[in-house]
């Protein structure tokens, strides 16, 4: 049983890094690409929501920030992806942020910080330095996606006290997509003005609907997932990501992939394992 559960994690990881992709491919529209993934996104959480139960009251403060900071998310997502690689931009913001969430908690609720994880942040701040152009000044790109790092990590802060007080976390989430959705979407009928699908075709926004879908998919098994295993592999699993993100672009994307941006990923991938789980 367990063993058919990992398999299921590793491809909501794969899930996970598909949606960016899609993003990613689609060139100089990637900033409409992502808004419309997000959009989608919460249109199918918005046929889901009414089988639930609506998260409490006390939570809604926690949800609403949690929803502003995630359309800042896909923002940010969509600068990262177009002023540099995925192959970069995406490591670093799925590989930073857990980090920033253990030294935010260390910080500020005086969470202890064992050998295992002074051993993580270490190996994530080496493939970050390692990644950054010569003479660590950040690019466009790596600035972006370093900022949507602190974005995860703010998200995943709030979240996490939300969820608690909710008392129906996957209503709490469904509902954070729908509102994200409903902010994104505000924007986009301001900034384009009525005319949101002058510039993506039919085909376009049936490839972002499926990302949306995709995107959703990815976190509701994931949730599903901690049914079973504890929450610290689920995390751990999900990471792999950064690895099945790294493949795509290659294969997809056909970005270079030297030594070195292979040696940093692979940095930053087992000190996020090191960070989320207690027994590596």
């Known amino acids: 049983m367990q063993h058919s559960i990992v398999f299921i994690i590793l491809i909501a990881a794969a899930m996970h890094a598909s949606w960016n992709i899609l993003i990613k491919r689609c060139g100089e529209r990637i900033p409409l690409a992502s808004q419309w993934v997000a959009i989608y996104c919460g249109i199918i959480a918005a046929c889901v929501l009414p089988f639930m139960t609506m998260p409490a009251s006390a939570s809604w403060p926690y949800l609403l920030a949690s929803a502003v900071l995630q359309a800042a998310y896909f923002f940010l997502l969509a600068l990262a992806y177009r002023h540099g690689d995925f192959s970069v931009a995406y490591p670093l913001m799925r590989g930073v942020a857990p980090m920033l969430v253990l030294l935010v908690a260390y910080v500020g609720l005086g969470e202890a910080i064992d050998a295992h994880k002074i ?34 990590a703010s998200y995943t802060l709030i979240d996490g006290v939300g969820v608690r007080l909710s008392h129906s976390p996957v209503a709490y989430v469904m509902l954070t997509f729908v509102i994200t959705a409903l902010i994104i979407a505000a924007y986009c009928l301001w900034h384009e003005r009525g005319h949101m699908f002058v510039h993506m075709g039919w085909r376009e926004h049936r490839l972002l609907a499926s990302g949306g879908a995709l995107s959703l998919a990815s976190y509701a098994l994931a949730l599903w997932s901690m049914l079973f295993l504890p929450i610290a592999v689920v995390s751990a699993l999900r990471e792999t990501s950064i690895a099945f993100g790294i493949v795509l672009a290659v294969w997809l994307l056909h970005e270079h992939l030297s030594v070195k941006k292979a040696i940093s990923v692979a940095f930053i991938v087992l000190g996020v394992l090191s960070i989320r789980l207690t027994w590596f």
């Open 119 to 152: 051993i993580g942040i270490v190996l994530i701040c080496s493939g970050v330095l390692a990644l950054l152009p010569h003479g660590h000044a950040l690019g466009k790109s790596q600035a972006y996606a370093l900022a949507n790092a602190a974005v995860i």
